[in-house]
């Protein structure tokens, strides 16, 4: 289960306190970025890195609840891409239809996440075919939707949580919106699995789902919870992406897989059973600082592509590593 | 297993779009000169529907092909996915309703698979039913046996990318990548003084008709002294585009941007937008978004196009083998214009799709707009 509900004499025998390796991965590959490119420590620079990397850590926030509780989603990435065409089709240029749209691509999350868990829990089909299924399905649906094309644009008053920054403020100078947007739904989304019963139970039944029927907890019910909040939280990174960017057919693309390599680096279990919010929106950070600095590297696109790998493996490894150490 | 399968996965993060692309063809001088010279050589042809235009004049005789109507059409497509192929797919439907000769259009969609195609150019041969063939080959070489086959049976007509062989009746393109490149790359030699920063943004490796761009573009950039900062692959995503320009722009001035593909040039224009930057010399693509970004902040920009008009030409092509007309043979060369500050105002439709590509030569035609989606 996670750290705070390790045994306590489990505990006093460590010498050193135990902090989730992505920490320092992270921290060291913001110092390179710094040794980079010093503009990175003005507000412009790290803000506009955290904007950029809010909706990956937000949909890898998500993510983690259905890692925990011992499967996968891999359709939040279509889902991404059915947001941001979805609006832009609804919206149809006019600014004022923006907050209906919003509640409607939410209603759309439930409705995915519910369909996501009840194919899963009732009809047992495993969670990694089961939401391929679903993302195969939903591109499909953005595809039919769209026609193939962007047929309109997104309103700037849809844009404003991904694109706008409040500017001219004392110390930070600059803040924008999707940072905000990160710590609101960060710490809603860290209080919900780590400060309350649900997530005790999403860890349960991850770790031993019969020990946890046995002891009571409705399996059904919190899995299919998790899948809701997963696609939940993929389709608050939609609206952020395409504010972040506008209109593309193919956004969402990768974006599963990114959000599970988050979850991974932040110390996640993939058996489900152990996962942190907090460490995977690291996780998430993580795999954008890799982005950052091989930019301001300057490497050529095949090296650069060499490693990126390279780093994932290795930080994945020290994940695995204090797993080990950890008698997991 | 579940774990490995996962992991896997999650490595393959690391993996995806890994090209290692090597391009021994795609730098080819002569190809680069003969393209220029095209981009300023006057087309022959009826005066405003470049689509039934060319620019060499070697034709082919037809009149053994020639037979009586209802004619079936045959289409083996490489796919329709991307917007510029959506754009070029419903041009072509509609150039079909001008022919009341065609009986049938048989359309198949290879989805951007080789085998595939293949597959379907088997299929229509077999099937019996068509009167001419084209196709639009997913990739070079892999098609020509299957196009070769399809020679031997009936006429062919190709057009977008080629095979290696002449046996079709013709090949329908226009200028080509190097036209490209050098449109966009020349227009921000004469707008940016030498040792200017220029940043090339491309969408991804190992495609000819894209490499071609890039070469022809960076030729252009160098020859006219101009500092390339860099040149990145942006997989065409919105959000990837507009991270590689920020990071660029906290690293240094930028005074010009080239791309390869406008579909993500709003993306880049934003960055500086929202950044607060000066907008540099801007090259982008026909797509609206961009021409009324263009418009709407007085850039100085350039819009090369690839113009998806040529997807009228082999309709118009297959109508003339089919009635023994002389074409265009063996290459039927389209002009490739690019829109300027000059005819900016005459390609913007507020009332078109973001990326509806201006150049579709689809004004005029009957479903306007609304067959390309717009209002």
New interface residues.
Partial sequence: MTDNTLPQADRQKRQLPQVNPVYFVLAALIVAIILQNPAFVEPTGYMNFLKRAAPLAILAAGQVYVIVSGGFDLSVGSVITLVVVGSSMLLNNDPNATWWVIAVMFGIGIGVGLINGLVVCYLKVPSLIATLGMMITLNGVAFMWSGGAPRGYLADSFRFFGRYNFTDLPVIRILPVAVIVLLVLGYALYWLMHRTNLGRMIHAIGDNPRAANLAGVPINRVRIIAFIVSSLSAVAAGIMLGGFAGVSTDVGIGYELQAITAAVLGGALLLGGRGSVPATIAGALTLSAIFTLLNFLGLPQPVRQIVQGLILIAAVAIAVQRRKHTGR | M??I???A??????????T?AQAPNFDDPAEFARQKEFLTATPMGPEGMPWEQYLVETMKDTAAFKKNGPYTVCFSNAG????W???GWTNMQEEVKLHPEIGELIHVDAEGSDDKQIADIDDLLAGGKCSVLIVSPNTTAALTPAVEKACAVLPVIIFDRGVNTDCPVTFIHPVGGYGFGIQGAQFIADNVKAGGNVLMLRIL?GVDVLETRYSGGKHVLEDAGLNIV?A??TD????K????V???L??GKIDAIWMDAG??A??AV?AFE??GYDMPVFVGEDQQ?FLQKWKELGLTAIAPAYPSYQWRTPIIAAVRTLKGEAVPSPEWILPQPAITQATLDSFINTDM????YALCGCEGMANYPAAW?GK
Avoid: Q
Wanted: hydrophobic fraction near 40%; glycine fraction near 14%.
């Fill in positions: 579940k774990k399968l996962a992991l996965l999650a490595a393959g993060l690391a993996l995806t779009g890994g290692f329709v996915n991307n917007p192929r959506v754009v490796p860099g990145e692959f065409g995503d919105n959000a585009t507009k991270s590689i920020e990071d660029y906290a690293r579909a993500t709003v993306a934003e929202d950044g978004d799709p973001p990326l509806h989606g």
